[in-house]
Nanobody, 121 residues
Framework: QVQLVESGGGLVQAGGSLRLSCAAS????????MGWYRQAPGKQRELVAG???????NYADSVKGRFTISRDNAKNTVYLQMNSLKPEDTAVYYC???????????????WGQGTQVTVSS
């Protein structure tokens, strides 16, 4: 199996910063794209930022210029640096990875358990 474990969430005041981490482990052969999604109460899960194995990135318009996604391929870890946080960034943040398992034949999406980010005004 492939496991994704997030860390770094918490409570922060508006204007503050947080850094999320997500480490993938298990019987991994290869990881392609990784990303961060978020889901606020009563809303659908949305893409926040994504990064390919080659380092190409994309961001939701609402976080451009404030959030930065990066990854360490040697550690199978993806990060999300969040600056200038706003109350509307409050949500559960989920890590996602497109991975192929050892002896596997297909690419599958894997999800972390989520980490709560709360931004107070």
């Amino acid at each position: 199996q492939v496991q994704l474990v997030e860390s770094g969430g918490g409570l922060v005041q508006a204007g503050g910063s947080l850094r999320l981490s997500c480490a993938a482990s298990g019987s991994i052969f290869s990881i392609n794209a990784m990303g961060w999604y978020r889901q606020a109460p009563g809303k659908q899960r949305e893409l926040v930022a994504g990064i390919t194995s080659g380092g190409s990135t994309n961001y939701a318009d609402s976080v451009k210029g404030r959030f930065t996604i990066s990854r360490d391929n040697a550690k199978n870890t993806v990060y999300l640096q969040m600056n200038s946080l706003k109350p509307e960034d409050t949500a559960v943040y989920y890590c996602n990875a497109d991975a192929k398992r050892v002896f596997g034949t297909t690419w599958n999406k894997y999800w972390g358990q989520g980490t709560q980010v709360t931004v107070s005004s």
